[in-house]
């Protein structure tokens, strides 16, 4: 199985921070790396598919990066709206389709 | 738009089984794989099975294997899942989600849409 690491667990920030999230892979998955947001009592939402593919309709704030074992999910200047939690998901192989823990993101 | 609506939410007793139901719309049905994925609360999203409605093929998580059965009805286009044996560790919110990426092309996908959620209490 491959195992999702997501650091921080919870980031405190303001509005108009820049903030990255990292998501670290137990071994490669190439690209096949997907973002997701989630507010509570939501389900989650894409925002990045291919591991820097930006989903249509989400703001060009979102930025992901990284291939292999190691990604990132970029916010630039952090919008009201985006105090949530984000999960990654590899997506090269199946059984599981394993995500990462969260990433809470709350305000500072 | 493509759109998944589960049913709603289910109270059961230790021990006990549900069947939870998850309805596909606008697309075809038998397209694109359909996967189930539990969240208890407070924790993060588990991937628990996947199913390919177009010939009913399953593949199931290991710690699930003996008591979770995920079935279509390509007649109403519902992907229904069956866990059995609960236990109060089952309590959670169940989604669903479709693959991105046709089934003829991958069995592996992000997902897109979600299903709202079905809350299964487990409790005596």
């Known amino acids: 199985d491959i195992q999702m690491t997501q650091s921080p667990s919870t980031l405190s920030a303001s509005v108009g921070d820049r903030i990255t999230i990292t998501c670290r892979a137990s071994?490669?998955?190439?690209?096949?790396l997907a973002w997701y947001q989630q507010k509570p009592g939501k389900a989650p939402k894409l925002l990045i598919y291919?591991?820097?593919s930006l989903e249509t309709g989400v703001p060009s704030r979102f930025s992901g990066g990284g291939s292999g074992t190691e990604f990132t999910l970029t916010i630039n200047s952090l919008q009201p709206d985006d105090f949530a939690t984000y999960y990654c998901?590899?997506?090269?192989?199946?059984?599981?389709?394993?995500f990462g823990q969260g990433t809470r993101v709350e305000i500072k | 738009q493509v759109q998944l609506v589960q049913s709603g939410a289910e109270v059961r007793e230790p021990g006990a089984s549900v069947r939870l139901s998850c309805k596909a719309s606008?697309?075809?049905?038998?397209?694109?794989?359909i996967h189930w994925v539990r969240q208890a609360p407070g924790q993060g999203l588990e991937w628990m099975a996947m199913i390919n409605p177009a010939g009913g093929s399953t593949s199931y998580t290991r710690e699930f294997q003996g008591r979770l059965t995920v079935t279509r009805d390509t007649s109403t286009t519902t992907v229904y899942m069956e866990l059995s044996s609960l236990k109060s560790d089952d309590t959670a919110v169940y989604y669903c989600a479709r693959g991105r990426l046709p089934s003829a092309v991958t069995k592996s996908s992000w997902f897109d849409p979600w299903g709202q959620g079905t809350l299964l209490t487990v409790s005596s």
């Open positions: 071994q490669s998955v190439s690209i096949w």
């Open positions: 606008q697309y075809t049905f038998t397209d694109f794989y």
């Open positions: 291919k591991a820097s």
């Open positions: 998901q590899q997506c090269k192989t199946y059984s599981p389709l394993s």
